[in-house]
């Protein structure tokens, strides 16, 4: 009874349609909630090491120094983490998987030179940012000053 059994079931199968893919051969069918490849609009990316420190699988570096942002394909199992954390909404998920390969396939993207306008108005924003930061800071030194002031008056009333 169980090799009748055995023997219908590997007679039946050897007609049917294989339950596996040709893939790459056979690309899939994608929908719009297929989860593949993490990609990066870099030009919207200020390299600021959130998606690598989110990354439970380590698939993603940040290099500031190069001004590159670098995916691990293959470590990257498509939890979103990264996505929803990038704090300038820079990284989208895209419908599409990453091609079989015998080596290890890291995507590296570099941040675009600036146009001699876009330096003039990064500095220039840079510069505001000190202002801040010092004015900031001697508010805070005024601050602290005053309330030692106070304290030695109040202690020697
Ligand atoms: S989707 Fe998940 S595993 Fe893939 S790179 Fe982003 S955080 Fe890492
Ligand atoms: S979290 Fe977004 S902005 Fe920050 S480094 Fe990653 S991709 Fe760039």
Redesign the pocket.
Known sequence: MGSFHLMRMSLRNLFRKPATKMYPVVPPAYTSRSKGLVS?D?K?????????S?CPTHA?T?NKQDET?TIDRFACIQCLS?VR???????TMEPEYAKPSREKSLVTVRKPELTPEEKLAKEAAERKKAERIAQAMAAKAARDAAKAEGEGTGAEG
């Not at 919207?44 to 690598?52: E, F």
């Not at 954390?85 to 990284?91: E, G, I, Q, V």
């Open positions: 990066n870099i919207g990316c200020i390299l600021c090491n959130v998606c690598p989110r993603i940040v942002w990264c954390n990038c704090p300038t909404k820079c990284l």
